[in-house]
């Protein structure tokens, strides 16, 4: 790694169990020496990417947060989804959940929690598993035959232990049927007793962005008609691809680009 990656590569020791780091930790992080680490902290800390906090320790800097509103006001998917997805929540009693693709990793983007007999146990920026759920398995389906190439020599391991394929052509075949059938429905495999049901969203070349789900229950399902509710998540999907080319037109903020996959961080 070069110095910058080793500089970046202390944001890598944030998540939700470590809302701090230190210069020992930032060392560790970064593979580099003790002094270089601490260069490393104050440079992050000028742009605001950490501030100072307790006990010789630096937690999540404000330029983060500036970051991330600019994300949440501007993003495409986001801006197109946001109201959406909560007048079908209301509409239908269902969680949903927006997923975006970043290449490397799906995250949850946004969400509807209108069902409150399920605890709120997903949150707006939270890692998803890429080869479990619904929302991930979508999103993979609607990959190029070689980035899905790509992905299996990165996650051959990972595949396999998802059951989706013990041979590169299993696990093309495995993506071929999700992208036919148009949605993805499993059960219990993020969350014991919980189902996703989840269709892609596309960009106008096909390219996929991410996923919409809805989660539910597996007693709730048994009460719903599966195909009925497929057939509504797939709406819904289109329906915020044409908000995301309607606020293209009017808004003129530019082509979507899709991400192109990197190796995941399971």
């Given at each position: 790694m070069n110095s910058l990656d080793k500089m970046l590569a202390i944001l890598d020791g944030f998540?939700?169990?470590?809302?701090?780091?230190d210069v020992n930790r930032a060392t560790e992080l970064s593979g580099s020496s003790k002094p270089s680490a601490y260069r490393y902290i104050q440079a992050l800390t000028r742009a605001g990417f950490l501030?100072?906090?307790?006990?010789?320790?630096?937690?999540?800097g404000s330029r983060v947060i500036e970051l991330e509103m600019l994300k949440r006001e501007n993003d495409p998917l986001l801006t197109a989804a946001r109201h959406l997805i909560r007048y079908y929540s209301d509409e239908m009693g269902i969680n949903i959940m927006l997923s975006s693709y970043y290449g490397d990793?799906?995250?949850c983007a946004d969400l509807a929690w209108s069902d409150h007999s399920i605890p709120d146990i997903y949150k707006a920026g939270?890692?998803?598993?890429?080869?479990?759920?619904?929302?991930?398995?979508?999103?993979?389906?609607?990959?190029?035959?070689?980035q899905l190439k790509n992905i299996y020599s990165w996650s051959q391991d990972a595949i396999e232990e998802s059951g989706l394929g013990t041979t590169l052509e299993e696990f093309i075949k495995a993506?071929?049927?999700?992208r036919t059938d148009g949605s993805c429905v499993t059960y219990s495999e993020v969350f014991d007793g919980l189902v996703g049901v989840a269709a892609p969203i596309c960009d106008q070349e096909g390219r996929v962005l991410?996923?919409?789900?809805?989660?539910?229950?597996?007693?709730?399902?048994?009460?719903?008609?599966?195909?009925?509710l497929i057939t509504e998540i797939r709406n819904i999907a289109s329906e915020i691809e044409r908000g995301i080319i309607r606020n293209n037109k009017f808004n003129n903020t530019g082509p979507v680009i899709a991400a192109r996959p990197r190796r995941f961080h399971e």
């Open positions: 998540d939700e169990r470590n809302l701090t780091v501030m100072p906090a307790s006990g010789g320790t630096y937690t999540i990793k799906v995250l939270r890692p998803m598993p890429i080869f479990k759920g619904a929302m991930a398995k979508v999103i993979l389906a609607y990959l190029t035959k070689t993506m071929k049927t999700i991410g996923s919409v789900v809805f989660i539910l229950t597996t007693k709730r399902i048994k009460e719903l008609e599966v195909e009925s």
